[in-house]
């Protein structure tokens, strides 16, 4: 019951400071702010939902770009066959992703460690060659999915109504990675990281908890990718499986921390803002060097990451 209610409380809060960010967005009153704070909370759903498999459970996983794009072709299918709701598209977006991580589990998850990243990967090149080879979700030459300028029904900007859904998509991330880590099935996803030989000697029901991981990390993947055409406007293979997403994916968590959900949201933060800048400054064909660069420094220096570095020194109370 108290976990339940911390949990509660802990959800409130997040609605609470989304609130706050998006008043302050508004506040603003420039639509550049949405669009490079749009793909900053992307990329802390991607970030949460690639430490649910990788950082709690173990298993690194190279084909976030095939549950992103999985999400967002499901959009385009729909856009073309019959146009729906954007959240209902998240929902279904969630829906399809999941299913394909809970198939992916099933046929990989007796894989392990470097061959597990592998299935991923080839998970992912299997999926974008078929795509291209889709003429109804537009193939190689792609598609064009073209947003209405404001909300019908509503004088809200359409920008600032997809910003605010991956706004309530990165509450609902967080919370659910934070509800994991603190429950029985957290403890058994790290059972399986810490030793899963040992975990399975011990009755630990690896094979079950790693396809829940794999479904929950596949769906909240998906609820990311959904949203992704309208705000793009015209989606293509190479948009949609860009390796970006598979990078800062990995690079996020490894950055903040793998073993805490508040490790991805903190380098989620660090690395989507950063990358903003640059964008805006230099140039974007830098950023995956800029990631690069700052993974192996912090692979050196902190190879758990800021969280792990801050951590102890908060517990000791030193400066």
């Keep these: 019951m108290n976990s339940a209610i911390r949990s509660g409380r802990f959800a409130l809060a997040c609605i609470l400071v989304a609130a706050v960010v998006f008043a302050g967005a508004r506040a ?28 709690y459970t173990g298993y690194v996983n190279f084909g976030t770009a095939a549950f992103f794009a999985l999400g967002a072709y499901a959009t385009v299918f ?23 991580g809970l198939g992916m589990g099933y046929l990989t998850l007796r894989l392990r460690g470097a061959f597990f990243a592998i299935a991923t990967l080839a998970l992912a090149v299997v999926l974008q060659t078929l795509v291209v080879n889709w003429n109804y979700v ?16 509503l004088s ?6 997809l910003f605010l859904i991956m706004l309530a998509l990165a509450v609902i991330a967080i919370a659910t990675a934070r509800s994991i880590e603190r429950s029985k099935l957290g403890y058994g996803f790290a059972t399986i990281r810490d030793d899963e030989l040992a975990a399975e000697a011990s009755g630990v029901p690896t094979l079950r908890l790693k396809l829940i991981a794999t479904t929950l990390s596949g769906a909240l993947m998906g609820m990311a990718g959904a949203p992704f055409p309208y705000y793009i406007g015209y989606l293509q293979p190479s ?19 793998t073993t805490s959900w508040i490790g991805p949201l903190v380098g989620a933060l660090l690395m989507g803002t950063l990358q903003q800048v640059t964008t805006v400054t230099i140039s974007s064909a830098v950023n995956l060097l800029i990631v690069g660069l700052l993974l192996v420094g912090f692979v050196i220096i902190a190879p758990n990451g800021l969280v792990g570095l801050v951590r102890p020194r908060l517990r000791s109370g030193r400066p």
């Design 78 to 100: 729909f856009h073309k066959f019959y146009p729906l709701p954007v959240p209902v598209l998240v929902a279904i977006g969630a829906a399809v992703s999941g299913l394909v």
């Design 156 to 161: 809200l900007p359409y920008i600032q109504y």
């Design 138 to 153: 537009g193939g190689s030459r792609g598609a064009y999915v073209i947003r209405p300028a404001e909300v019908p029904g």
């Design 239 to 257: 948009s949609a499986f860009a390796l970006e997403y598979a990078v800062n994916s990995i690079a996020m968590p490894m950055i903040g921390g």
């Design 28 to 55: 603003v009153g420039n639509d550049y702010v949405f669009f490079a704070g749009y793909t900053v909370l992307q990329f802390i759903v991607l970030a949460t939902a690639w430490n649910i498999l990788g950082g």
